[in-house]
């Protein structure tokens, strides 16, 4: 046994593919960058500030629509009653603190990431866990098919004209970012750095600027007033409650961080712990500030104007600070879907792990990302994009209730813990995460039934429908693993070695053919090269590519040493003469492998004229566990034009 | 050298493939039917009764647009003019006549199929009849198209509510048509003999009850007349000519038999000639008893009604005699298409044994059609319906220019066919085929300048491109052998043969290792397994798919006589280490084959979970031609749930 260490640039010092692969390949190099060594990795991670863009831009861009949905349900119950919205957002905060204790104490607790999921799974076990999982899955979809397309129709409100095309639009944006992610994370978080800035303390600044002093605080308003005249609905603790559920949108994406450890720079657990704070402490303030615009202003829902753009506008007037400030939530909340490109393919590898996904989603790609997980989410959110046209609205109702359902099980489960490790102080600790889960469950109640018909359905078909597959996958690859003998050793191979049959199939007397009679001869004394004729006359494709007159006649005539079995048939397949040939001689119990010649041309497009053998024969050869198949393959590309000395040694290397 | 006989049912002692397999080739089974052998084929030839059907439907459903078409151009000039109808069709027929007489000398000649194909590259060359098998097949696919949306526009006719479903109801009876050549051609001729017989004898017998005692001569059409109540046009020659090249649309599809005598039984050539004779009959009273029925009757075009459909009113009126043969002609226009299926793919297997065409349209299927050439028919004539949403009237004006290059390429070869070969009367018949020559050409020459706008630039794109295709596909073809060195005998392979270095990828030690290990020694004595450990620690997808512990230290226990190489990498691709560690062997001059373990799982949708290296490698290795590459399978299916024994030979037949 020895150890070997691969270096220098990846597969440089393999013959040149052809052309037309190399163009295909060197694009997509220049896409996605050059592959890069693990080590490479290590300043591909994050820090804290960088964090915020990365992990953080679901939660923050939530201050875009989470004020507004607790005044839209408020406003039900008429105009006089939209001062509750302060002490809700003050209890939306406190959940928010809660929350982010809690996850500051997740961090600690798991610091390989995968938040609820890894929580659950270490608290309740595999069901919960996957409960979790599909959750989370749902989630991060929703995340990035919401984001997009509020970013984009915030752009379609700036330019009209763009209306028609967005769904195109919305896809082009999905695209950029998957590619971004694809490059690796750090370089997407560098990205979306100034935008993140930009938007943070642009906002930031407008609140203050609108608690202290505003510039213009009577400017006239776009839209209508969409507030009841007359009471829908009575003020009841049930209206309070679902006005505190709509407002915990904003609560969405405070769980990324907890989900993403591993991608912070070292000490990757007091980063991440750092992370979590500053989120904490800018969405709080601007929950709370904005919370307060709305008491001073008296903002009410309007249709055709935003709740955050209401506020902005009276805070600083419809200048250049608000179109500067709009733009930035324009493009982070495109950008928030970075988040679940941050968050979903880590989550897969932890799945992949626990066998519940396929194992490729735990395989990194040359970048050192989990390249699958960043296309199969890409797809799935294109998917729900197209299916609604690119409308928030058809989105909003599935949103929010895949991470309450996160939220509860994470934070159940640290009771669960705190019971199991009793550390210091584990009553209050668990007193904290127990109202937490209680908080969030009763949330994630409400919004399931107010929702349901809304859209909030499809999110019950598709947790459950994700749990069933990873309940199949799971159960299939504990068979497979049995049925391989995995963990145990098996028995030695037998000393002798079985006698081998080389089968090569052939169509004609050509380089081809003698180049596989050469590797058939290298592999095994006994080779027999095998060819088909037709009853009723008719050549097969290849044998066409052959010089006229008979194949047999130019065997003799070549005479390579190895027998030629004409197979003669009354039935068009070649195939099903080669493989009665084959069943027959496995009687004798040898080893049989078949050999199939195959020309590679220098381009691809020349791949359709030639390989009819190989593309039937291997096809119909794939499925018996009892047959090697073997492809020999002769490039055609740096073949002279006129063939100089004839013989098979040109086409290889000199040894 | 020896010969084998393969006979029972194909492929009978196979072993039982996985289920999802079986269940999706036995639909195709039942679909297409049981394969055939050649010998049987016999009875799936035809009878000159079915060749009508078989062959013939295009140019006998031509009646139900050609008249029309010559009053539709003669009724610019006005209605005065209408009468012309009757010497420009006899003019048709005359030339009908000729092409009869020319096609049945060309059958003689050409007994082997082709038409103008094969006579103009055994006349003119190759450029010629490059040019001739471009026509033909432009001509062929729009000749699907147009029958099929024809039918159907004629069933949306009589039942309005299936309008808007125009280009599936297309695609669903091209698909029918499609699988029933997929069958084989008689069954296609025996299934559609009827609707044909219905068609021929009604319509003849409606023209007799025309012309001898109209049931119902004044009969309300409905619709609009559409005759200019001023001459748009002067009467002349132009418009003459254009009217009789109009209605040579009526012509299309008398070539169709001359291609396909090797369909007839034997003797081929003597029914193919009765076919064509048949044909020209037929086809001849049809036109001349409609020309004469639009002059009692003062035919005029209409919107909303065809001529056919008001001869035929006129003749029996609106009556059952009148729907059921109106019903008949929906049918047979909807299987005209079958002509093409009879033509296009014999046409193609010539084109492909002359090296123009991908040599696959020369291989049969199981049917022992050609089913290759079905598959391109039916794919391009969909692609045509679905781009002119099923409406005739686009179709109209690209129509037909195919076959009239192609029947002026036919007789001229054939003028030079006498002119070479001067048998008794070479003068005479080379002047019938020489004057034939000049009016299709005249005609052609007429189509291409008044319908270019409308449709013809179409066929002037289409017919040089595939023209190129062809070159291109033959200098390919003529290079690829060269470099093959087909025609020349190889050296023999060398007496001694290489040493043999087998590669086994592996990820873990299980039964699919130690079978294909197994499978190793039995090549070579010089085996070693390599496997990847990344720096970063992470796992493989097939690695976690193993036991705990390092594989080392299992291989170690194991001690299977065969090293492992531990491969060390900081990239994220396993197959580039694998690929260095190939490369770095070659050097020593070895013969070097991978053997890849794949597992086969007993059902499709498993295969995404596994062999995930198999997929990178093969892909990766494929574009090389100095490494064998060969993929050792284990069938999962029939493992026991619960492992017995654990060996790998449990696997394996008893030997």
Redesign the interface.
């Known amino acids: ?6 270096g ?1 640039e ?2 440089s ?3 040149p ?2 052309l037309s ?1 190399r163009a295909v390949a060197g694009t997509w190099r220049f896409l996605v960058g050059r ?7 290590q300043k591909e991670r994050i820090t804290p500030v960088q964090g915020l863009p990365a992990l953080s831009l679901d939660a923050l861009t939530s201050v875009a629509y989470g004020p507004e949905a607790i005044l839209v349900v408020l406003a039900a119950a008429g105009a006089g009653v939209l001062h509750l919205i302060f002490p809700i957002t003050v209890a939306i905060v406190a959940l928010l603190v809660i929350l982010v204790i809690s996850y500051r104490q997740v961090i600690d607790a798991y610091p390989t990431g995968g938040g609820a999921y890894a929580v659950s799974r270490d608290n309740f076990g595999a069901n919960v866990s996957q409960l979790a999982a599909a959750s989370l899955i749902v989630d991060y979809t929703l995340t990035v098919a919401v984001s997009i397309s509020a970013g984009v129709q915030q752009l379609v409100s700036s330019f009209p004209s763009v209306s028609s095309e967005t769904v195109p639009v919305c896809l082009g944006v999905l695209a950029v970012i998957t590619v971004l992610n694809l490059r690796g994370l750090g370089d997407s978080a560098r990205a979306f750095l100034l935008p993140t800035m930009v938007f943070i303390v642009g906002l930031l600044a407008i609140i203050l600027v609108g608690l202290v002093h505003p510039f213009d605080p009577h400017v006239r308003q776009p839209g209508h007033v969409a507030v009841a005249t007359h009471s829908l609905e009575a003020l009841s603790v049930l209206l309070v409650l679902k006005a505190f559920a709509a407002g915990c949108s904003a609560l969405t994406g405070v769980e990324a961080i907890a989900n993403g450890v591993p991608l912070f720079r070292d000490p990757a657990v007091v980063r991440a712990k750092r992370t979590e704070m500053l989120l904490g402490g800018i969405l709080g303030a601007m929950l709370l500030g904005l919370a307060g615009l709305d008491l001073k202003f008296h903002i009410s829902p309007r249709s055709g104007q935003t709740v955050l753009s209401q506020i902005m506008g009276a805070a600083v007037g419809r200048h250049w600070a608000y179109y500067i400030v709009s733009l930035s939530i324009t493009l982070v909340l495109a950008l928030a879907a970075n988040t679940s490109f941050g968050g979903l393919p880590v989550l897969a590898s932890l799945l ?2 626990d ?1 519940y996904v ?11 990302v989990f390249s699958n997980g960043i296309w199969v989410l890409a797809l799935m959110s294109a998917a729900l994009l197209v299916a609604v046209q690119g409308n928030t609205e058809s989105l909003i109702p599935m949103f929010a209730i895949g991470v309450f359902i996160g939220f509860t099980l994470a934070q159940g489960g640290m009771v669960v813990h705190w019971w199991r490790h009793r550390p210091a102080r584990w009553r209050r600790r668990a007193a904290v995460n127990g109202l937490g889960a209680v908080v969030t469950a009763v949330s994630t109640v409400i919004f399931l039934v107010t929702k349901f018909t809304g859209g909030a359905w499809v999110v019950v078909v598709a947790v459950p429908s994700f749990i069933f597959l990873f309940r199949r ?1 799971e159960a ?2 504990t ?17 002798e ?4 049959l080389v089968v090569v199939p052939v169509a ?7 180049h596989a ?3 058939a ?5 006994e080779v027999v090269a095998v060819t088909v004729r ?3 006359d ?5 044998s ?5 007159g008979d194949i ?1 006649d ?20 070649v ?3 080669i ?3 084959i ?2 001689r ?1 009687c004798d ?1 040898l ?1 049989i ?1 078949v ?1 199939i010649p195959v ?3 220098g381009r691809i497009r ?1 791949r ?3 390989n ?1 053998l190989d593309l039937v024969l291997s096809a ?1 050869l ?15 590309e740096d ?5 100089a000395d ?3 040694r040109s ?3 000199s ?1």
């Not at 693993?481 to 000393?495: S, Y």
């Not at 130019?554 to 397949?573: K, R």
């Not at 073949?639 to 063939?643: I, S």
């Open positions: 046994m020895t150890e070997r260490q691969g220098g990846a597969g010092s393999a013959p593919a052809p692969y592959p890069l060594r693990s080590s490479e990795t992949a792990r066998h396929p194992h490729v989603f735990a395989l990194r790609g040359d970048r050192q996958i299939y690859y068979r497979a693993g049995r049925a391989l003998g995995l963990g145990t050793i098996p028995p030695k191979p037998k000393a070695p079985d006698r081998t004609n007397v050509s380089r081809l053919t003698a009679i050469e590797e001869l290298a592999l095994s004394e037709h009853a009723s008719d050549h097969t494709a290849d066409l590519f052959g010089a006229p047999s130019q065997w003799a005539q070549w005479d390579p040493g190895v027998p030629l079995e004409v197979l003669s048939t009354e039935y068009a397949s195939v099903d003469p493989v009665e040939f069943d027959a496995r119990g080893e492998v050999l020309v590679v041309p020349y359709v004229l030639h009819h119909a794939r499925h018996r566990n009892d047959v090697v198949v073997a492809r020999v393959p002769l490039g055609l073949l002279p034009t006129h063939q004839g013989g098979p086409s290889r290397k040894r």
